[in-house]
Each structure stands twice: as structure tokens, then as C-alpha cells.
């Protein structure tokens, strides 16, 4: 599933089956490789509250189902969303070879099933590779190292995978 696809998502309780809220954005660890939480915006107008990916008891394709409206608090009450990256923060990172040749920047993450972890990442593709369908991908564990600056570095022979020959 695409990280993109679960904002709007609706969020679920499980304990009086009512609609708590929708998912405004995918938090992830500072190397955007495992998924920390969600925020769930309530109401058209409404704050934004948190909920940790321990607490939300499954993933579907059409909300998210968490135990209970406790599930969900400020964001700040979460040791383990302190500097969570967000999904806007992932795309737009620049993917850099060690060789120091940009391959392009990160268009979307693709995550497991149960959106836990990140299992590849796709690159903005030019129009004209849209055009054909040319998904340019390459799978998460290829990543070497992500700076703070919006840059990912990754070996060098993936540029022969990314790009054509």
C-alpha cells in the first residue's frame, strides 16, 4: 500500500464502533523506514491528534480500527513520535548515489500489508517515463544513509536499476 493512499483514511474505534476521525498524515523513524504513528484530524475544522501504530489494532482498505477514543491523544504525549518525520518530509528527499549522481527524489513509499515498515521508495518520474507507465523504484533496505538535509545516499550500481541503459 502506497503511505499516500491512508490520509483521508477513516479511523475506527473498536470499543463503540464510532468514526473518531480520518488519517491527516503518516508519521515514520527519522530514516523513513518503519511507521511511528498516524494523525487523525477531527472534524472538517477540527484539531489533530495522534495515535501510535501499536495502538491501531489493524490496517484496512477502508480505516484504520483503533481499541478505543483513548487510543488517540495529542501528539506531544508520545515519547515515541518525538521527531517523527512526516510523509511531506519523505517526498521531495533527494536520492543520491555514492558517486554523488542524483537519481531523482522520492515520490511515494510503498509499505507493508499491515503498515508497519517502508518496502520501497519511488522516484518522481519525468513525464515522459509517466507516460509509458515507468514506475521508477528501489527497495528500502538499499538506502545507506538519510541526512538531515533531505538527502538519501545509496550505492552507486543502483543507478544502473533506476535509470535506463
Do not use: C, W
Not at 74 to 82: G, I, M, P, T
Not at 125 to 154: C, W, Y
Amino acid at each position: 500500500m502506497k503511505a499516500s493512499d491512508l490520509k483521508g483514511r477513516a479511523v475506527v474505534t473498536l470499543a463503540d464502533a464510532s468514526k473518531v476521525g480520518q488519517v491527516d498524515d503518516v508519521l515514520f523513524d527519522a530514516a523513513f523506514r518503519e511507521v511511528l504513528g498516524f494523525r487523525v484530524k477531527k472534524g472538517t475544522f477540527g484539531h489533530t491528534d495522534a495515535v501510535t501504530r501499536t495502538n491501531v489494532s489493524a490496517v484496512g482498505a477502508d480505516a484504520l480500527t483503533v481499541p478505543n477514543p483513548e487510543a488517540i491523544n495529542a501528539e506531544d504525549r508520545f515519547a515515541e513520535l518525538a521527531g517523527a518525520a512526516t510523509t511531506s518530509q519523505a517526498y521531495g528527499t533527494k536520492v543520491v548515489t555514492e558517486g554523488g549522481d542524483l537519481l531523482g527524489t522520492i515520490a511515494e513509499l510503498d509499505l507493508d500489508d499491515e503498515a508497519r515498515t517502508v518496502l520501497t521508495y519511488t522516484l518522481a518520474a519525468p513525464l515522459l517515463d509517466k507516460l509509458r507507465h515507468r514506475v521508477l523504484s528501489f527497495n528500502a533496505t538499499q538506502v545507506l544513509r538519510l541526512g538531515e538535509g533531505g538527502i538519501m545516499i545509496v550505492p552507486d550500481a543502483l543507478a544502473s536499476e533506476v535509470r535506463p541503459a
